[in-house]
T-cell receptor
């Protein structure tokens, strides 16, 4: 049962344009959402996060939007750069008070072309 | 440099031969975790530890053991590896604070092949 879903395995965007990566979740108990970026032969690195009490968080070229009623979040990258080419994982956290568990999506491979 | 290190980075072994993948962090983090990444399945949590001598199962713990005798180390043990444990493994660590999520830092990964 995949509680965090990234339905697009891959995405190709031209340099300078906007990249939009989508993520859906099913568990209404998730209270924190994160995006991780992963280059080949490296571990995932934290990119940006959003609390469930907010609907938008912005950090430079990266913005995450959260729509709780639709159980949907998206990552916008504007403008896209070739160095953004990587696999992006959406993740969600349930803080039960005794453990903070992170559930990952399957990832979307973004390719930014020249 | 603050980091999570894993060894070995690559390992090919045979079914049934016990192995240990080491994980160490130098950030004095309380929380450590092991994940495996498989095509089409994303990263799935194997085990986690909230502090020394405190460990618990994640989503896919079968066939794995862990220990947390020191704060900085969190080894993953496969007592009798099988081919379905062929995967890419990541160790991660973070500060631990109740009621507040803290960013997890990941190691570079260990690619394990079990023949």
């Amino acid at each position: 049962d995949q509680q965090v879903k990234q339905n697009s395995p891959s995405l190709s965007v031209q340099e300078g344009r906007i990249s939009i990566l989508n993520c859906d979740y099913t568990n209404s108990m998730f209270d924190y959402f994160l995006w991780y970026k992963k280059y080949p032969a490296e571990g995932p690195t934290f990119l940006i996060s959003i609390s469930s009490i907010k609907d938008k968080n912005e950090d430079g070229r990266f913005t995450v939007f959260l729509n709780k009623s639709a159980k949907h979040l998206s990552l916008h990258i504007v403008p896209s750069q070739p160095g953004d080419s990587a696999v992006y994982f959406c993740a969600a956290s349930v803080n039960t008070g005794t453990a903070s568990k992170l559930t990952f999506g399957t990832g979307t491979r973004l390719q930014v072309t020249l | 440099e603050a980091q999570v290190t894993q060894n070995p980075r690559y390992l090919i072994t045979v079914t049934g031969k016990k192995l240990t993948v080491t994980c160490s962090q130098n950030m004095n983090h309380e929380y450590m975790s092991w994940y495996r990444q498989d095509p089409g399945l994303g990263l799935r949590q194997i085990y986690y530890s909230m502090n020394v001598e405190v460990t618990d199962k994640g989503d896919v713990p079968e066939g794995y053991k862990v220990s947390r005798k020191e704060k900085r180390n969190f080894p993953l043990i496969l007592e009798s590896p099988s081919p379905n444990q062929t995967s890419l493994y990541f160790c991660a660590s973070s500060l631990w604070a109740q009621k507040n999520y803290n960013e997890q830092f990941f190691g570079p990964g260990t690619r394990l092949t079990v023949l």
